[in-house]
């Protein structure tokens, strides 16, 4: 009897560690009524914030070309054209929610931050122009392969910046993104970047988002355009970075 009461007491204590242990389930990635995956939701993250590098894989480096190495080392936190109100561009993401609205001929990214600027993606068959106007984000064209988005960008100015650390870009970039809403809450972002101007080859990074809350939503957000210092975890290797100022927020004054 003292042994039967020994073995019970054990299962008593270990079961609640097993079950402390077990992964938590999530719900499979939901699909719109003609089979497609749906991308629509609230997301946050997906996308290289403080340095683009920390997406590649393990061992590799940014094969930056010395031309692109001179700019990175030229460039100050306080001329991020991202903190001074102007687009984060592709495929940097801002460290705030941002909405996939998905339609059967467009998708749009609708970003909070910056005076909610967006990307549209054109999803009816339609071609890259020519010669296509230097923007922002580019002019971009997707299909499906499977389960996966795949977006493919071109017609990109060369003034933001690809993370807070401002790796740079020539307008001769070319991005391909690849999409899997792996499940419900999490949606990998595969991205290829392809810029002879500043990159010795092309290089592959991959983000990780994940769907924001129940109940969130985008809310509305005032860049101030007269901002005089900003400052970002950039240690104090960058001039002006702050270590113990959160990444992604601004000092202003």
């Known amino acids: ?59 590799e480096t940014l094969p ?6 001179k700019i990175l080392d030229s460039r100050l936190s306080k001329d991020d054209p991202q903190a001074n109100c102007l687009p984060s561009g592709v495929p940097r993401i801002a460290p705030y929610p941002w909405r ?10 609708l970003f ?67 999409y899997t809403r792996r499940d419900f809450n999490t949606l990998v972002n595969q991205i290829t970047i392809d810029d002879p101007g500043a990159y010795s080859r092309p290089f592959t990074v991959t983000f990780t988002a994940e769907l924001a809350p129940p109940g969130d939503e985008l809310l509305e957000y005032i860049c101030q355009e007269n901002n005089q210092d900003v400052e970002h975890i950039h240690g104090p290797t960058q001039p002006g970075g702050d270590p113990e100022r959160p990444l992604g927020t601004l000092k202003t004054r």
């Open 112 to 178: 909070e931050a910056n005076i909610h600027s967006y990307r549209q993606i054109f999803m009816d068959g339609r071609k890259h122009p020519a010669d296509p106007d230097p923007t922002w984000y580019g002019h971009s064209i997707g299909r499906f392969e499977g389960n996966t988005l795949v977006v493919d960008t071109v017609g990109f100015n060369d003034k933001f910046w690809f993370d807070f650390k401002g790796h740079p870009h020539t307008e001769r970039l070319h991005i391909v993104e690849r």
């Open 1 to 59: 009897m003292t042994r039967l009461i020994t073995i019970v007491a054990a299962f008593a204590i270990a079961m609640p560690l097993l079950a402390q242990t077990k992964p938590v389930a999530t719900k499979p990635a939901p699909r719109l009524p003609n089979g497609q995956p749906d991308f629509a939701g609230l997301w946050q993250g997906g996308g290289p914030i403080n340095d683009i590098s920390d997406g590649l894989p393990k061992g």
């Open 64 to 69: 930056l070309l010395p031309a692109a190495r």
């Open 100 to 109: 996939i609205v998905q339609t059967p001929t467009h998708i749009f990214f």
